[in-house]
């Protein structure tokens, strides 16, 4: 959390920069997914990769019981999870690994410079960790961010509770 403060801090020395900006990036199926496509609904975004051994699996776990407790309403939620590994998330990659969540979740990905672009605007930080074995992981923020259906950041979403109260919490924004 503080990086991400910092990191604005860094950029705009007089105000507090927007979170968010132009993005076009391709979801698991093959559509184009832009932050024109965020408008009308709130969105739940959280970045992270494929290989991610824990927070991303529980997190995008948690954000599908959140859906599910939203009951037909959670469709009109766009929860989307953005590669910061755009090297091994490849859409079949992301089709394949977001197959054990709930199917409203678009994974985005795209080419080194468009994921560039979108950690930017969202100031996450993403970094690749070599390992022994020659492969390597990577150390990235773990915030979702809530976006109001203006595409405009309202808050870090709090997931760490029970599905209901965070669902009760994301229905006022729709
Ligand atoms: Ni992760």
Request: glycine share 8%; proline share 6%.
């Given at each position: 959390?503080?990086m ?13 920069a ?8 391709t ?8 932050d024109?496509s ?13 290989h991610?051994p ?11 019981e ?15 999870y ?12 992301m ?9 409203r ?6 080419n ?25 992981t990577?150390?990235?923020t ?13 808050s870090p ?13 994301l229905?006022?924004?729709l």
């Amino acid at each position: 959390v503080l990086m991400l403060w910092v990191m604005g801090g860094l950029r705009h020395v007089t105000a507090p920069a927007a979170i968010g900006g132009p993005f076009q990036l391709t979801d698991q199926t093959g559509q184009t997914v832009t932050d024109k496509s965020m408008q009308g609904r709130p969105s739940l975004i959280f970045f992270g990769f494929t290989h991610c051994p824990d927070v991303c699996p529980t997190t995008l776990f948690e954000i599908s019981e959140v859906l599910k407790a939203m009951g037909e309403d959670g469709d009109r939620v766009n929860a989307y999870y953005i590669s910061v590994d755009p090297e091994r998330d490849t859409q079949a990659a992301m089709k394949e690994y977001l197959s054990s969540f709930d199917p409203r979740l678009k994974g985005l990905t795209g080419n080194a410079e468009e994921i560039a672009k979108v950690l930017s605007e969202y100031r996450v930080y993403a970094k690749k960790v070599p390992l022994k074995d020659g492969d390597y992981t990577m150390d990235h923020t773990a915030l979702i961010y809530l976006m109001d259906r203006d595409g405009k950041f309202v808050s870090p979403f709090n997931i760490n509770r029970k599905p209901e109260d965070a669902a009760s919490d994301l229905k006022p924004y729709l």
